[in-house]
């Protein structure tokens, strides 16, 4: 037996102490025999490692040196290919390289897929996964069949855990991990030391967790750093800014952005600082550091500074980051539901924030408005307000971001022609057409097509495209009076003459009759139409002889018909306000 299958055997069996590291050559890579497939025939090693005991334990991970593994690869055939692939990974486990690890046990696994059912495999592939910062992941292995009971397996599981922020979950498992974390040699220890450290402190016992950080030296700075925490949630304020100082002085960049926050909550909790300088402080901590549990705790500590201040601005800002990016921090809706009454509060019209920051924030934080007819009260409120000023295409981008919600179903169909006729008095027809199109479904009821239809021929007729715009106006119940709208602003004379013959009013004459005669009329002395000038004005003259645009009426359909600047102006005037086309006419005339 040669000497590397000496050692490999000894790896396998796990039974003598860890042999000096032994780094890989500058630049070397793995030989191409690492990834040569096995011969299926000769497979065999997941049934000899499931029956192989003990497991794997504290000692498992026997660092070997990389040139012997590979010389043993390049040589080794079959099932002695995956037991050298088993000593290979366990030695990279052990040299905290999780990342080329999970690659020879993803090897292992494409040519022997049963290893996925083998309790030492994915404890292996936990561990890997954990030293690759892969935390959620690595908790899933490790909590596969015999795996939650078994203490090397706990240990990784609690580093996992205590790196993915979830001490809650982490803390069950500290009892179960303290023999592995004993059975490990010094050296090995401090990262499984410092895990349940943390577990232990953020589960609320900081006590136990001084307990557990007891072991490491007095100069380490990352458990100093934890001290100081554990030691602030027992109110021993000296000796935590003690432990602060001397972790951000000597610590690697996170565990000095962890104690500058440390210090920062300890100001915060004991008044050192107004509000107003901590969030200054936390925001540049946040320029600085960013997307871990560090920053987490740093926008939750600024999100209640600026509740106590009252800083609208600042609690939006921070509450929304949390609720973005960290999810997993948010253990309960309370937050959520805080930021959302806030937000209803700002969007109300008794709100003393102006209607255009109002706007800003229902738009900057609309991924936090609540769904359904509660949220839908808040948008639509603001988008009155901002209607009434004006603001048209403000609010039309405000309550065009509803059309994204799937709860709002069938209202999609007005919430759409809502959000294209503000588009369209906004000046912008293009918007609107494409609320329309992005909007469409099959199920509108015809009133909701025939709304929609409406909307989509302004905003072709304004975009110039006429004669589609008549087009989408087949079949259109009031399809003339709105093609009428249309000539009447393009100055069609004629076609306004044609529109209007089968609209004209046969009882009193309301405001509406009078504007559709009044323009009849106009069309008709434009086109020097005399003779349907002199019915017109035989049908009408009486209903108009009562009302305050007779005079005009009678001065348009006087023979031979003539129309100046002067009397187009009066007749202009006196015509009343009432359009035809209802809605959709105040639309055309706002162009």
């Not at 500058?26 to 025939?41: E, G, I, Q």
């Not at 049963?114 to 292996?124: E, M, S, T």
Request: hydrophobic fraction near 50%; glycine fraction near 6%; charged fraction near 20%.
């Amino acid at each position: 037996m040669t000497k590397v299958h000496l050692l490999l055997a000894t790896a396998l069996v796990a039974a003598a102490p860890a042999a000096e590291p032994v780094g890989p050559a500058p630049n070397a890579a793995p030989p191409d025999s690492l990834m040569s497939p096995v011969d299926p025939r000769l497979v065999g090693f997941a049934a000899e490692l499931a029956q192989d005991r003990p497991g794997l334990s504290a000692r498992s991970w026997v660092v070997l040196p990389s040139s012997e593994i590979w010389q043993a690869l390049a040589h080794d055939r079959g099932i002695d290919r995956q037991r050298t692939r088993w000593a290979y990974a366990r030695s990279l486990i052990g040299s905290a390289r999780g990342q080329e690890a999970i690659g020879v046990l993803e090897v292992m696994l494409s040519d022997e897929p049963d290893l996925a059912l083998v309790d030492d495999w994915q404890l292996a592939y936990g561990a890997a996964l954990t030293l690759a910062q892969r935390p959620n992941p690595a908790v899933a292995a490790l909590g596969t069949g015999g795996l939650p009971n078994n203490p090397e397996a706990c240990a990784w599981r609690m580093r996992a855990l205590a790196d993915a922020g979830r001490a809650g979950e982490a803390l069950p498992t500290v009892n179960c991990a303290a023999a592995a974390i004993q059975a490990r040699r010094l050296t090995a220890r401090p990262a499984f030391l410092l895990a349940a450290g943390r577990v232990t402190l953020e589960a609320g016992q900081p006590q136990h967790a001084l307990q557990w950080l007891s072991s490491l030296p007095d100069s380490d700075s990352r458990a100093n750093m934890l001290r100081g925490r554990a030691l602030a949630a027992l109110d021993q304020v000296a000796p935590a800014r003690e432990r602060f100082d001397r972790a951000v002085a000597a610590g690697d960049p996170a565990t000095r952005t962890e104690a500058q926050l440390g210090k920062i909550e300890l100001a915060a909790a004991h008044g050192w600082a107004k509000p107003p300088v901590l969030l200054r402080q936390l925001n540049q901590l946040r320029y600085t550091w960013r997307g871990d549990r560090i920053e987490a705790r740093a926008l939750r500590l600024a999100y209640d500074l600026a509740t106590r201040e009252h800083d609208l601005a600042s609690m939006l800002d921070n509450g929304a980051a949390l609720f973005r990016f960290f999810p997993a921090t948010m253990t309960d809706a309370t937050l959520l539901t805080d930021l959302q009454m806030q937000i209803a509060a700002a969007a109300s019209p008794a709100s003393p924030v102006p209607l255009d920051r109002a706007a800003g924030l229902i738009w900057d934080y609309r991924d936090l408005l609540p769904g359904g007819a509660e949220g839908d009260t808040i948008v639509n409120g603001l988008a009155d307000r901002l209607q009434g000023a004006g603001l048209y295409e403000r609010a039309a981008q405000l309550l065009e971001h509803r059309l994204d919600d799937p709860a709002i179903d069938l209202a999609r169909g007005p919430l759409s022609a809502k959000v294209a006729t503000l588009y369209i008095l906004a000046g912008r027809p293009d918007r609107a057409l494409s609320a329309i199109r992005n909007s469409e479904r099959p199920d509108y009821t015809a009133a909701m097509q025939i709304d929609r239809r409406r909307v989509v021929a302004v905003a072709l007729d304004l975009l110039g495209r006429t004669a589609e715009a008549e087009a989408v106006l087949q079949d259109v119940p009031d399809g003339a009076a709105i093609r009428a709208e249309f000539a009447w602003k393009r100055r069609d004379w004629a076609r306004v003459v044609a529109e209007t013959q089968g609209s004209l009013p046969t009882g009193p004459l309301g405001k509406v009759g009078q504007v559709v005669v009044l323009r009849r009329a106009i069309a008709l002395a434009m086109l020097h139409n005399d003779a349907a000038l002199a019915a017109l004005r035989a049908r009408y003259q009486t209903a108009f002889a009562r009302l305050p645009s007779g005079p005009v009426f009678t001065a348009i359909t006087q023979s031979p018909a003539v129309v100046t600047p002067a009397v187009f102006a009066k007749a202009m005037a006196a015509m009343p306000s009432a359009s035809p086309a209802g809605d959709i006419g105040d639309m055309i005339a706002g162009d």
